[in-house]
């Protein structure tokens, strides 16, 4: 296997709080190869945006990288200075938000926002870069992108302000794209042209991307692998197929309970009962200990270590057979 295009190995991000510490992102680790796409999953305050944020150093002003090692490309993001951070942007890795709205230039029009990158980080001249940004519009699925490459970001549904996000994130043809839930503010209808979309692009143009999402379902359309968080720690990893399919953890199975699927019976969904834990202070042991099915004495001890279970498979569960028995008898998924 190649050098990892991304390496992310016991990341802590940090925000100091009068309370204490909270550690958002605790030692996450997961890499992405030249080509791949990871999906990063969790419910809301897992810590997935928050690292997903930290590997291109776009933490809030109140939160640090406390340690760990983020490497992209071969370059030490952790240890390299604004300047070098800030040349990795756009031409080696780019970025899509989840707000369209707010992320573009509500000032600037389309055509200019996208043609900005190539302009300063690839020195076109301005007629090179204006035919780019309109090259890019039509890979990306804007109509007429003659007339909308003057159009102002309000003057554009969200679909197209989504696809704009994309041509710029295009823009200097970066090897790594991070989406950070760019498809949740869009109906269903949109959002799956927009997941076609960047599947497409990346199996076109070989862009590897880190999918960060709350929703199971983009996850299986659009990644190979998966990194399940929780608490701000990475709890379970492997294939889409292999974690879908048979999950070993207590946390991944939950998720996967809850989600309705019309191709199976069920009397009632299942849902995970209490609340996420403080990260401020939380639980000793397991952090999903609180609401296990599982949960036994040693699972409140000494916290538990990532487990490999073979390839990229790895577990932070010390009871994780529990969970394949489970799956066993009632299988998540229809036909597994």
Excluded: W
């Amino acid at each position: 296997m190649s050098r990892p295009l991304l390496r992310v190995e016991g990341l802590r991000v940090e925000f100091n709080l009068a309370r204490g510490v909270l550690r958002a992102v605790d030692g996450a680790s997961f890499d992405v190869q030249p080509g791949e796409a990871l999906g990063i999953v969790g419910e809301s305050g897992s810590g997935k945006t928050m690292a997903l944020r930290a590997l291109v150093g776009l933490l809030p002003r109140t939160a640090r990288i406390a340690s760990g090692t983020v490497e992209i490309d071969g370059v030490d993001v952790t240890a390299a200075g604004e300047d070098e951070r800030r040349e990795l942007r756009g031409r080696t890795v780019a970025m899509i938000f989840q707000e369209p709205k707010t992320a573009l230039n509500p000032v600037m029009r389309v055509g200019e926002q996208i043609a900005e990158t190539p302009l300063v980080r690839l020195g076109l001249s301005r007629r090179a870069a204006r035919t780019r940004a309109l090259d890019l519009m039509r890979l990306v699925g804007i109509p007429d992108p003659t007339r909308r490459v003057e159009a102002y970001p309000h003057e554009l549904s969200g679909g197209m302000r989504q696809r704009v996000m994309i041509a710029i994130a295009l823009s200097a043809d970066p090897k790594l794209i991070l989406c950070d839930e760019p498809t949740t503010a869009l109906d269903v209808t949109i959002q799956d042209q927009i997941l076609k979309l960047l599947g497409a692009l990346q199996r076109d143009l070989g862009v590897s991307l880190v999918f960060v999402s709350h929703d199971l379902a983009v996850i299986a359309q659009t990644c190979t692998k998966v990194a399940v968080m929780y608490a701000g720690q990475v709890v379970e990893t492997g294939t889409v197929d292999a974690v879908f399919r048979e999950p070993r953890h207590p946390y991944t199975l939950g998720l996967l309970r809850s989600v309705p699927d019309f191709d199976m019976v069920r009397e009632h969904l299942s849902s995970i009962p209490g609340s996420p834990p403080d990260l401020a202070s939380p639980p000793a042991g397991c952090r999903f200990h609180p609401r296990c099915p599982f949960v036994q004495d040693d699972c409140r001890g000494a916290p538990i270590p990532l487990i490999e279970l073979g390839g990229v498979r790895a577990t932070r569960c010390l009871y994780h057979e529990r969970c394949a028995e489970d799956v066993r008898r009632e299988p998540v998924i229809a036909g597994a």
